[in-house]
Structures are given as structure tokens and as C-alpha cells.
């Protein structure tokens, strides 16, 4: 028997999903290809086209994991642009590290440890942003947004993909259905975590649950102070694309 599972509150959360994601970092990219049942490069490539950032800008990836977004971004800013990723977990930072080292664009990337919620940068410093799977996992969306609206220059745009709760009724029934019988096998079969006080796929499974549905999101974005903010769904719903920008140039 499995011991009943408890969310850690937004107090302990910071710290849960740290630990978390220092636990998984080395099978984090293969797992998540096999999970998106191989729609992860098309995800990525719909994210792309609606970044669009300009050669020689300067990017900012929130919660940049192993970089994968962040690499996505160097190819669009080319040589002359810079990426810098910030991330919560010194063990997704490693990963990423030595992907980036190992690739065309060691010179344009920078991973370094930071905080979603507490920016290390001075306003207005980079051109645009981006933050792929992560929005779930901040202990407060409201201080995450308003804190890459302040680091953005005017005219920067900031883009986010994230899972997302599907509107239709069917879909949200099957979706959860997979979501949640499947990912919390991870925990039991794999990783051997049934009883532990951090399991990360039945985290994960769990993390959709008090998210704001797609709408609410853009609302969000709007009180941050992003004007022209929309969203793009994928995959029936399941996945989500926000986007917003710092009014101004
Ligand atoms: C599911 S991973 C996504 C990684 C990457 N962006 C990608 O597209 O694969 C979520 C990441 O968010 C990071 N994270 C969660 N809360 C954070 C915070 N407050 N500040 C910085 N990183 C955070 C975690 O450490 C983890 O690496």
C-alpha cells in the first residue's frame, strides 16, 4: 500500500521541488520524450515560432531546467545574442551545463542558479523571456510574472509552455485519467518512492490540479502589466502557450 499523498504547501515548496528535480535530473529529457508520446519536438518547434526572437537580442529562460529552451533561444540569437538560463536545481543546472558545453552554442548560453520569484537583474535588462514546463511549479505565479515583466526592456516579450487544464470535459477526463494513474507508476515501478516524502511523478501528476485554467492565465499576465497577451493550445488542450509583452517600443 502506497502512504496517501500531501502537496507540500507553498511554504515548503520552494525546497520540495528542488530536492525534486535534483532527484531526476539525469533522466528528466528521456522521460519526457517518452511521456509526450513524441510530441515534444513539434511543442517545441510551435514555441519557436511564436518567440521569434531576433538575432543579436538578449533572453532570459526562466527555470531553465537542462536548457532546453535555452538552446532553442541561442539558435535564434545567433552569435551575437546572448541566453542566460536561471534555475532553482544545481542538479538540472549540471545536466544542462554540459549539454551546452558540448554544443555550437557554449559562447551565447550562461546557466546559473536563480530564482523565478527573485530575479537577479537589473530592470529592463534583457529583450525577451521564456519558461517551459515551470509555471506549476513556482510557489506564487503573480511574483514570477511581475518579476519577468520588471527584468523585461520595453517592446520585450515573454513566452510560456506549460501543461494546461483541456476546457472540454471528455478530454480533462481522459487527460487526468493517463496524467494521474500513469505518472505515479513512475514513483512505484522505477524510482522506488512509494512511501517517500518527495515522489516527483506523483508530484507532477498532482501539480495541474490548483493551476489556472488557460483564461485565467492571460488574466494574470494582464495584472502583471503585459498588454497584448494570448494563448495558443496544443495537443486538445492539454498544452498551452502564453504570450505576452512589456508595452513600449
Ligand atoms: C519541469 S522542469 C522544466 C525545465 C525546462 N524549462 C524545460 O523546458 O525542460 C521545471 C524546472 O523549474 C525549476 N523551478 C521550479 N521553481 C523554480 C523557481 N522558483 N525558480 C527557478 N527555477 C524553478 C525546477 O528546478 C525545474 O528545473
Known amino acids: 500500500m502506497t502512504t496517501p499523498y500531501t502537496p507540500p504547501s507553498p511554504d515548503e515548496k520552494e525546497a520540495y521541488v528542488r530536492e525534486l528535480f535534483d532527484r ?23 514555441f519557436v515560432e511564436l518567440t521569434a526572437f531576433r538575432p543579436g537580442a538578449c533572453v532570459l529562460d526562466v527555470a531553465c531546467g537542462t536548457g532546453d529552451l535555452s538552446l532553442l533561444a541561442a539558435a535564434q540569437v545567433g552569435r551575437d545574442g546572448r541566453v542566460i538560463g536561471i534555475d532553482l536545481s544545481e542538479g538540472m543546472l549540471e545536466v544542462g551545463r554540459a549539454r551546452v558545453a558540448a554544443g555550437p552554442y557554449r559562447d551565447t548560453v550562461t546557466l546559473q542558479q536563480g530564482n523565478a520569484m527573485a530575479l537577479a537583474f537589473e530592470d529592463a535588462s534583457f529583450d525577451g523571456a521564456t519558461m517551459g514546463w515551470a509555471m506549476r511549479n513556482v510557489a506564487s505565479i503573480p511574483k514570477t510574472l511581475s518579476e519577468i515583466f520588471r527584468v523585461l ?3 520585450g516579450r515573454f513566452v510560456c509552455l506549460e501543461a494546461s487544464r483541456p476546457e472540454s470535459r471528455i478530454v480533462r477526463q481522459g487527460f487526468f485519467l493517463y496524467w494521474k494513474t500513469l505518472l505515479p507508476l513512475i514513483d512505484r515501478v522505477f524510482l522506488k518512492t512509494g512511501e517517500a516524502k518527495v515522489r516527483p511523478y506523483t508530484y507532477l501528476s498532482r501539480s ?9 492565465l492571460v488574466r494574470m499576465f494582464g495584472e502583471a502589466g503585459f498588454a497584448v497577451t494570448g494563448y495558443e493550445t496544443l495537443m486538445m488542450g492539454t498544452v498551452a502557450i502564453h504570450h505576452g509583452q512589456k508595452r513600449g517600443a
Request: glycine share 6%; net charge positive.
Open 24 to 46: 531526476i535530473a539525469r533522466d528528466y529529457d528521456a522521460v519526457n520524450r517518452v511521456m509526450s508520446a513524441g510530441q515534444w519536438e513539434r511543442w517545441h518547434r510551435t
Open 153 to 155: 526592456k520595453p517592446g
Open 208 to 216: 495541474l490540479d490548483h493551476y489556472p485554467t488557460a483564461r485565467e
